[in-house]
């Protein structure tokens, strides 16, 4: 699936099943909120905490989470993802194309 495809299937969706888009900061403190659950996922599984009894790891599916409620933000305030990425991802070249490669901490 491209993003634009995901932009199109999460509007269908919200259209067909969700009544409405939530305003738009409600979708921030939600997606606050996701990227917490992730972290905790994170933290149990690759650091210091342990799993509690019943839980298990769901990074995946709370990827995806924060996922979807970006693509609601996106597309509720205009925003076309796929030109987006395209142009952070050339910001980025542009501005740390030398930098990562000549940082002694990252040698192996």
């Keep these: 699936m491209t993003i634009e495809e995901l932009q199109q299937k999460v509007d269908h969706w919200i259209k067909t099943y969700g009544v ?3 305003s738009e900061l409600t979708n921030m403190a939600i997606l606050t909120e996701e990227v917490g659950e992730l972290a905790r996922c994170m933290a149990r599984k ?17 990827m995806a989470d924060i996922l979807w409620v970006l693509t ?3 597309n509720q305030t205009g925003v076309d993802l796929t030109e987006a990425m395209s142009r952070n991802i050339e910001k980025k070249t542009n501005r ?3 930098r ?3 940082n002694p901490k990252l040698k192996p």
């Design 46 to 62: 690759y650091g210091d905490q342990s799993f509690k009894a019943g839980e298990k790891e769901n990074m995946a599916d709370e």
């Design 20 to 22: 409405r888009y939530f």
């Design 96 to 98: 740390d194309k030398n």
């Design 72 to 74: 609601c933000l996106a």
């Design 100 to 102: 990562h490669i000549n």
